[in-house]
């Protein structure tokens, strides 16, 4: 069990960046797949991006690949998303979760934790 907290979101014009965090406690993450996914309105979760540090795998959605990366710093059990060149439909609230199958899986209900979510908000 490990428990997670978004922070970061915020609102930015198209073309802008933010960089979100997901600080990790209960566990350290060395042995969990950390994943990232998005959820707007009226819409189905969506993955994002995860990151699994044995093997080094990185895994990106199409809608994001180019633009968003992520990374992670062990020394402070954070995991890290810089979104760059945001566009509206980016909108959105950010999710972290961690599945300590470290399966680095792309469909949400793999994952075992959650955090509560950050917004972000990318106007025109």
């Known amino acids: 069990q490990v428990q997670l907290v978004e922070s970061g979101g915020g609102l930015v014009r198209a073309g802008g960046s933010l960089r979100l965090s997901c600080a990790a406690s209960g566990r350290t993450l060395n042995n969990y797949a950390m994943g990232w996914f998005r959820q707007a309105p009226g819409k189905e979760r969506e993955f994002v991006a995860a990151?699994?540090?044995?093997?080094?795998?990185?895994l990106y959605a199409d809608s994001v690949k180019g633009r968003f990366t992520i990374s992670s710093d062990n020394a402070k059990n954070t995991v890290y998303l810089q979104m760059n060149s945001l566009k509206p439909e980016d909108t959105a609230v950010y999710l972290c979760?961690?599945?300590?199958?470290?399966?680095?899986?792309?469909?949400?209900?793999?994952?075992?934790?959650w955090g509560q979510g950050t917004q972000v908000t990318v106007s025109s």
């Open positions: 979760a961690a599945d300590r199958t470290s399966s680095v899986s792309r469909v949400a209900h793999e994952y075992d934790d």
């Open positions: 990151i699994r540090w044995i093997g080094n795998m990185i």
